[in-house]
């Protein structure tokens, strides 16, 4: 698991809650035995928010809706972001984080 991948995440007990997400943890905590990694969920629509990051032409991020994610729960590997992609969205997070 690297940053930049998105995720297919299926907690078992709670279906309703599955969703496709954009892992944003560092590569340090993704490589590591931690079992919960930071993430955001895609969204199909535009947030409309400066914060608000474009995958692609059907996705988007918000780095306003950060959550923790279990690693057991990520089933499949979807894809990766392109580097300029990685790049947005490295800056909306230092933006929306004051960092």
Known sequence: MRKGEIWAYKPPTQPSRERTVLLLSSDGVNESERPWLIGTELLEE????????A???????????????????????????????QEQVDIALRAALDL
Do not use: N
């Not at 535009?46 to 990051?53: K, R």
């Not at 306003?64 to 499949?76: A, D, K, P």
């Open 46 to 53: 535009d947030p409309q928010d400066i914060l608000g990051v």
């Open 55 to 85: 995958l692609d032409s059907r996705f988007w991020i918000s780095t306003l809706l950060l959550t923790r994610l279990y690693r057991g729960w990520l089933v499949e590997r979807i894809a990766e972001i392109d580097q300029q992609t």
